[in-house]
């Protein structure tokens, strides 16, 4: 897994992403690690233009990729089974962006929980009404994928900060 090499792309080629390589991305978020084991977290794709052309102005800002991709992944969890729902999201959403790289593809997070529509609406509502998502699932980010259409430069070792790293004690390197 090149773990450097992942960077967010926010512009996408007009070239669609095949099924399989859609369900290679949800296979890997759907055996991801939970907190107890809730398994909770489900995944909304949008693999059409029409259903992805519909999340433009889902936030009102950081957004501008989806005009360009070619897919997205929503991803909601069930906030009554999962205590750690934000964790268990956050987790299922890094693994589809790490596969997402390595099967040769773009991706971008795009932020919804605690954000808002073009329209002054809660995202997570606008998110839930669009999709018939019911309430009790919370609404965490859209994974945006394409093949990519920019190109942005691996991390390297200058852009590791060891500094941010102690043993055993605060401060102690
Ligand atoms: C919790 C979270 C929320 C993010 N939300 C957005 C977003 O709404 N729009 C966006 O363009 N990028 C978003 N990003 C991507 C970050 O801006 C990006 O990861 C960061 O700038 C580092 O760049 P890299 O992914 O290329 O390493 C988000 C990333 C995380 C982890």
């Known amino acids: 897994m090149d773990f450097y090499g992942r960077r967010s792309i926010r512009k996408y080629k007009n070239i669609p992403i095949e099924k399989e390589k859609l369900d290679e991305l949800l296979k890997v978020a759907l055996v991801s690690p939970t907190g107890h084991n809730a398994r909770a977290c489900e995944f909304i794709v949008f693999d059409n233009e029409k259903d992805v052309k519909s999340l433009i102005g889902i936030k009102n800002s950081g957004a501008g990729f989806l005009e360009t991709a070619?897919?997205?992944i929503g991803v909601i969890c069930d906030g009554e089974k999962a205590m750690t729902w934000v964790e268990d999201a956050s987790i299922?959403?890094?693994a589809i962006q790490l596969k997402a790289h390595?099967?040769?593809?773009?991706?971008?997070w795009c932020h919804l929980k605690e954000r808002q529509s073009v329209d002054g609406k809660p995202?997570?509502?606008v998110f839930r009404k669009l999709t018939?998502?019911?309430e009790k699932y919370q609404v965490l980010c859209l994974i945006a994928l394409g093949y990519p259409d920019e190109e942005k430069p691996n991390y390297t070792e200058e852009n590791i900060d060891f500094e941010k790293v102690s043993y055993g004690k605060y401060g102690r390197r």
């Not at 390595?102 to 971008?108: A, H, P, R, T």
């Open 70 to 72: 070619q897919a997205c």
């Open 92 to 94: 299922a959403a890094y």
């Open 102 to 108: 390595e099967l040769g593809l773009g991706s971008c």
């Open 123 to 125: 995202s997570e509502e």
């Open 132 to 134: 018939n998502t019911p």
